[in-house]
């Protein structure tokens, strides 16, 4: 099968005209002999009809995954910031005193908080001299001047507050605890719960029983 003629007047093959009326027939016309065939320059490729879509997609994508992402960093941020966006530390405390009432019972009074504690901040424990720790802890805030606490061992033990309204452990406060072994020395320690932290603890921090 031979080529079109080639037209000089072009530099080019003549291309016939598109029998349809359609793109294609941009060359110049051709009438071919008798015997003779000629050939169609197919249409130019046409661009792309998605290429916009693709990239809407994609800038999306990138600003939702940018708002996902700074909304995570901001939520950790406030977590890590803890109470009034700073770090909470434990105060120090003292206990003023450590009555021994019989052989399994004691009085263990409050003194001064560098800070102001509510009671509910406060975790008491008593360590035997064998290792072993007994808690003491409030299951709410007091609404009276006397408050029966959670313990463990089957200690006993109840909270007097000496001015209940002003929600905070102060100098005088104390714990009244039963249910302890005779002949044994306890020591006393303050876990802090917001700060999860121990409290420093000054004056008489341990007692002996009879």
Not at 11 to 24: E, H, I, L, W
Not at 59 to 88: C, H, K, W
Not at 140 to 159: E, H, I, N, V
């Amino acid at each position: 099968m031979g080529n079109p003629p080639y037209d000089p007047n072009y530099g080019q093959y003549q291309q016939p005209p598109d029998p349809y009326g359609q793109q294609g027939a941009t060359f110049q016309q051709y009438q071919p002999e008798q015997g003779q065939q000629y050939y169609q320059q197919p249409p130019p490729p046409q661009p792309e009809k998605h290429i916009a879509g693709i990239v809407i997609a994609v800038v999306v994508t990138v600003i939702v995954v940018t708002v996902v992402l700074a909304a995570v960093l901001y939520v950790m941020v406030i977590g890590f910031g803890g109470s009034s966006g700073g770090y909470v530390s434990a105060p120090a405390g003292s206990l003023s005193s450590i009555s021994v009432l019989d052989s399994t019972s004691a009085r263990i009074t409050f003194g001064a908080f560098t800070s102001t504690v509510q009671p509910t901040d406060l975790r008491i424990m008593l360590t035997d001299s064998y290792g072993t720790t007994y808690t003491m802890s409030f299951p709410y805030q007091p609404y009276s001047d006397t408050t029966t606490l959670y313990t463990t061992y089957g200690m006993t033990a109840t909270y007097t507050d000496l001015n209940y309204a002003g929600n905070s452990v102060n100098s005088g406060d104390y714990i009244t605890v039963s249910g302890l072994d005779s002949g044994t020395t306890y020591t006393v320690s303050i876990f802090h719960i917001p700060s999860d932290s121990m409290c420093s603890l000054v004056g008489q921090t341990s007692f002996s029983t009879p």
